[in-house]
């Protein structure tokens, strides 16, 4: 992706995005309802501006951390779900927050780890992650995600 735009319960225009000299966006799938989810609509204005779109898969704060391989296991397959509603093409990843609690490597990566090692054996799709630099170099380096996302600020 190049310059994208990363936003959830705002919704610029596509036209809006595009002048700002977006050339991607960044949303959101999770449990329904939550109102930062992309919606249908939403997205067919933002593929008709001609805007690339990546999926982010994000429920409560830190589950990967605290729900270890049930949690992957069981977000995975409705991630899919999701986006298999919203058209979203098959070869193209969904990322799934790994956040690290501390933005160090800690003793909560295991954990992390697992999630997303049950994400990807449940997901029809490959997976990305979005976290620290630090757990993401880690992840990419293990085979646990095939892209990464890296917080800014840590």
Same mark, same amino acid.
């Given at each position: ?23 991607? +966006? ?13 919606? +249908? ?7 008709? +501006? ?42 193209? +990843? ?61």
């Amino acid at each position: 992706m190049s310059e994208a735009a990363d936003y959830s319960f705002a919704r610029p225009s596509p036209a809006a995005l595009v002048a700002a000299g977006y050339k991607d +966006v960044i949303r959101y799938i999770s449990p329904p309802p939550n109102g930062k989810n992309i919606t +249908v609509p939403e997205l067919e204005g933002l593929r008709g +501006v001609g805007l690339g779109i990546a999926l982010v898969w994000e429920t409560v704060n830190q589950r990967a951390a605290t729900s270890g391989a049930a949690g992957g296991a069981a977000d995975a397959p409705t991630a899919n779900q999701l986006a298999d509603e919203l058209g979203y093409p098959e070869g193209c +990843v969904i990322y799934f927050v790994l956040e690290d609690p501390n933005q160090l490597p800690t003793s909560s990566w295991p954990q992390i780890d697992a999630y997303a090692s049950a994400a990807k054996s449940n997901s029809k799709r490959a997976i990305g992650g979005y976290g620290s630099q630090a757990y993401i170099e880690h992840a990419l380096d293990t085979g646990l995600v095939t892209k990464g996302w890296q917080v800014g600020g840590w």
